[in-house]
């Protein structure tokens, strides 16, 4: 209760000033790409897939949080999902990476949460997954934790993040949750040169192309250019990377999630992340040197789900063929481009560690923009 105290305090010692209410960007007009989006326009929007966050803003230095991503309902141990990872720019930590690119599945809760913090969120999704009923006799887990650093704007080195604030991102998950900016995760990141966080969208394709639904989520921390919808907001705002010595400091780092429940093995599931890199392009993103641009993509599709043990010598799954991905490679750029930005139009000013205030981004002056080049 004392913290959820003085989170409620803590919004009321900075109030956020903008004249325009924080909506996304289709809400104003801006539709990205030209595939139609999925009821609630969020990963959540793949079946069973459940999203959660815990935000921790504390005192004024504390500005940081965790964002849990759930392919399904269930036991994930016991019913593992194909998976697959991509690597933009390395310059980060994803952990549990390998054993993902070895085996070609998922095993535990996709964890999103600050560098330093990357242990103590392990250690909870451990505990989590050796908890769960049926996991009794388990010993070994893959946890899998991604992160962006938020040491602008939070106190990193306190490494406030405990394993219960993981373990509530978890438990509090749901189906229907489309909570986006200074939320979990992105709680205290930048995207160029603007208050960055939580951003997702999704797609979803006729019937004639499958029907499938592909979801984004992302943690939007990184620089470059910006670009929206094709027009050059940076350029024209005067706010973008190497613009001034403010900017010099590109350097930051993207988390995407990838879900779909079309029934893809851990082979197009990495194609379909690499597309999803695409996404980041659109937006401006240039991947720096010290830029961790990961992309996991994984499928909820039951008939591929891999139980813990299998009691035969072989299993047969059918998958969509190479000739009929294409579809979803393009669900997957338009997806992560549009939670991109997303993530900057609902991100609220804020002030952190050491009185550093970023400003969130100049919606009606970015509106002016798109509307006179339609």
Do not use: W
Not at 87 to 98: D, Q, R
Not at 262 to 280: I, T, V
Not at 293 to 315: K, V
């Amino acid at each position: 209760m004392k913290n959820q105290l003085f989170i409620c305090l803590t919004f009321i010692l900075f109030p956020l000033l903008s004249v325009f209410s924080q909506e996304r960007a289709r809400d104003f007009g801006i539709e990205i790409g030209v595939m139609t989006p999925g009821k609630l326009n969020a990963i959540t929007d793949i079946s069973g897939v459940k999203v959660g966050h815990t935000t921790l803003i504390i005192g004024d230095s504390i500005r940081t949080g965790v964002t849990a991503i759930l392919p399904h309902g269930g036991n994930v141990f016991q019913q593992k999902v194909p998976a697959a990872v991509y690597v933009g720019n390395g310059f980060g930590k994803l952990a549990g990476s390998t054993q993902i690119a070895e085996l070609g599945n998922l095993e535990t809760p996709i964890i999103l949460t600050n560098t330093l913090s990357v242990p103590t969120a392990m250690n909870a999704v451990i505990d989590y997954t050796l908890n769960l009923d049926g996991n009794e006799n388990v010993f070994s887990v893959n946890a899998v934790v991604g992160e962006t650093n938020d040491g602008y704007l939070n106190d990193i080195r306190g490494r406030h993040v405990t394993e219960k604030d993981v373990i509530s991102a978890i438990e509090a998950a749901t189906e229907d949750n489309t909570q986006e900016g200074n939320v979990g995760a992105g709680t205290g990141t930048i995207a160029f040169g603007y208050k960055g966080g939580i951003g997702t969208s999704s797609r979803k394709l006729p019937e004639s192309l499958g029907g499938h639904t592909v979801g984004v989520l992302v943690q939007t921390n990184f620089g470059g250019v910006l670009q929206i919808n094709g027009v050059q907001v940076g350029e024209e705002l005067g706010k973008f990377s190497f613009s001034d010595e403010l900017l010099n400091n590109v350097d930051g780092s993207c988390m995407i999630v990838v879900a779909t429940d079309a029934p893809l093995d851990s082979r197009n599931l990495e194609r379909l992340a690499k597309k999803a890199f695409l996404g980041l392009a659109k937006t401006g993103g240039i991947a720096s040197n010290g830029s961790g641009d990961y992309i996991i993509a994984f499928s909820t599709a039951e008939d591929l789900q891999i139980p813990y043990r299998i009691e035969t010598n072989t299993i047969y799954q059918e998958v969509v063929p190479n000739d009929r991905v294409t579809p979803l490679f393009m669900a997957a750029i338009e997806a992560t481009e549009e939670a991109i930005i997303n993530s900057l139009f609902m991100a609220e000013t804020m002030t952190g560690f050491e009185g550093r205030t970023i400003e969130q981004l100049p919606v009606e002056e970015v509106l002016e923009m798109v509307n006179e080049r339609k």
